[in-house]
């Protein structure tokens, strides 16, 4: 199983950026997706998730009413819709899930991170 982000990139305050995670491999059924970030010298926060099966979404207070995370069912993908970006923003982000393969147990797994930089 992989995980495959994409999507970030350079953008001005006030601007936005979509972010896309995509699963791929022997997977038998996705229990949930987050995105991550991360900068130096922080510890990686969770800031937005979504369940797989009711589409239940939640996020961080920070970004409440600018992020919204959503799935594609039949593409194993995730996106997280960033708007009104800040400076603050500007971190590594990261996506995970926890999927359960065709073979073995529940397990959690970590795409490569994807730079955001919020920056005039």
């Known amino acids: 199983v992989q995980l495959q982000a994409s999507g970030g990139g350079l953008v001005q305050p006030g601007g936005t950026l979509r972010l896309s995670c995509a699963a791929s491999g022997s997977i038998r059924s996705i229990k949930s997706v987050g995105w991550s970030r991360q900068t130096p010298g922080k510890q990686r926060e969770l800031v937005a998730q979504i369940t797989w099966n009711d589409g239940k979404t939640t996020y961080i207070d920070d970004v409440k009413g600018r992020f919204t995370i959503s799935r594609d069912n039949a593409k194993n993908s995730v996106d997280l819709q960033m708007n009104s970006l800040k400076p603050d923003d500007t971190a590594v982000y990261y996506c995970?899930?926890?999927?359960?393969?065709?073979?073995?147990?529940?397990?959690?797994?970590w795409g490569q991170g994807t730079q955001v930089t919020v920056s005039s």
């Open positions: 995970s899930a926890i999927i359960l393969p065709t073979k073995g147990a529940l397990q959690g797994y």
